[in-house]
């Protein structure tokens, strides 16, 4: 099947925002795994005083996320799909949590100006155009040495982790997605998938997009091998040359 992408991909997810949050909350771990991908940048002082852009934020998942791990921090979540973000805004939210509409590649045009001292980006680099382009437009608006935080479905590069993760979108989250009049793009999801990077090629696009300390965190339960954190920071100035 051909990929989803831009304002194809922006649109189904549009279509798909009302049963999204139904089919998130019947994955094991879902809400937990963003929790513990949220800790894993290891801010301190639980975000007091911090900027953290979350970037593909969804219906607003890992938002929350951020929001009970980072209950100091200023979030500002960003989406491409006007029907996800739709949603998520009309959640109760702390102060301090602000929604853009606007795709990843286009975060200026949409006045999201760093610097940031974290980026979060869940279930994002999949599923745009060009990856590199846009870690290189994450690199710009973090502070130097802020960090960023990678959630996202990465094969280990092991046939067992492939067939797994095919038997659940197959057996599964496809059937459930048809019925609710997704299938098309719960069928992207599963190629989406199978056709990004293992987690080990990732971290290399991380260290190539001038990030340094990148780390490749498993998650447990069914998505390990499937699912994991990457965390990173950008690199110093002086790093860099």
């Given at each position: 099947?051909?990929?989803?992408?831009?304002?194809h991909?922006?649109?189904?997810?549009?279509?798909?925002?009302r049963?999204?949050?139904?089919?998130?909350?019947?994955?094991?771990?879902?809400?937990?795994?963003?929790?513990?991908?949220?800790?894993?940048?290891?801010?301190?002082?639980?975000?007091?005083?911090?900027?953290?852009?979350?970037?593909?934020?969804?219906?607003?998942?890992?938002?929350?996320?951020?929001?009970?791990?980072?209950?100091?921090?200023?979030?500002?979540?960003?989406?491409?799909?006007?029907?996800?973000?739709?949603?998520?805004?009309?959640?109760?939210?702390?102060?301090?949590?602000?929604?853009v509409?606007?795709?990843?590649e286009?975060?200026?045009?949409?006045?999201?100006?760093?610097?940031?001292d974290a980026?979060f980006?869940a279930?994002?680099?999949?599923?745009?155009?060009?990856?590199?382009?846009?870690?290189a437009?994450?690199r710009?608006?973090?502070?130097?040495?802020g960090?960023?935080?990678?959630?996202?479905?990465?094969l280990s590069g092991?046939?067992?982790?492939?067939?797994?993760w095919?038997?659940?979108?197959?057996?599964?989250?496809q059937?459930?997605?048809?019925?609710l009049?997704?299938?098309?793009?719960?069928?992207?999801?599963?190629?989406?998938?199978?056709?990004?990077?293992?987690?080990?090629?990732?971290?290399?696009?991380?260290?190539?997009?001038?990030?340094?300390?990148?780390?490749?965190?498993?998650?447990?339960?069914w998505?390990t091998?499937?699912?994991?954190t990457?965390?990173?920071?950008?690199a110093?100035?002086?790093?860099?040359?």
């Amino acid at each position: 099947m051909t990929l989803l992408r831009d304002e194809h991909l922006a649109a189904a997810f549009d279509h798909a925002a009302r049963g999204y949050d139904l089919l998130t909350a019947a994955s094991p771990g879902y809400h937990a795994h963003l929790r513990r991908s949220a800790r894993r940048l290891g801010l301190p002082r639980y975000g007091e005083g911090l900027r953290v852009l979350d970037l593909g934020c969804g219906t607003g998942a890992s938002t929350a996320a951020l929001a009970e791990v980072l209950p100091g921090a200023r979030i500002t979540a960003v989406d491409a799909s006007a029907g996800m973000l739709e949603r998520a805004a009309a959640k109760r939210w702390p102060d301090g949590v602000d929604f853009v509409h606007a795709p990843a590649e286009g975060l200026a045009d949409a006045s999201v100006n760093g610097p940031f001292d974290a980026v979060f980006a869940a279930y994002l680099f999949r599923n745009v155009s060009d990856p590199d382009a846009v870690l290189a437009t994450v690199r710009d608006v973090l502070a130097p040495d802020g960090r960023l935080g990678v959630h996202e479905y990465t094969l280990s590069g092991r046939r067992a982790d492939r067939a797994v993760w095919t038997a659940v979108c197959r057996g599964l989250v496809q059937p459930v997605a048809t019925v609710l009049g997704d299938g098309q793009l719960y069928r992207y999801l599963w190629r989406s998938v199978v056709d990004f990077d293992t987690a080990d090629a990732f971290a290399d696009r991380l260290r190539a997009a001038g990030f340094e300390h990148v780390r490749t965190l498993p998650l447990p339960g069914w998505e390990t091998g499937i699912t994991h954190t990457f965390v990173a920071r950008r690199a110093r100035p002086e790093a860099a040359e």
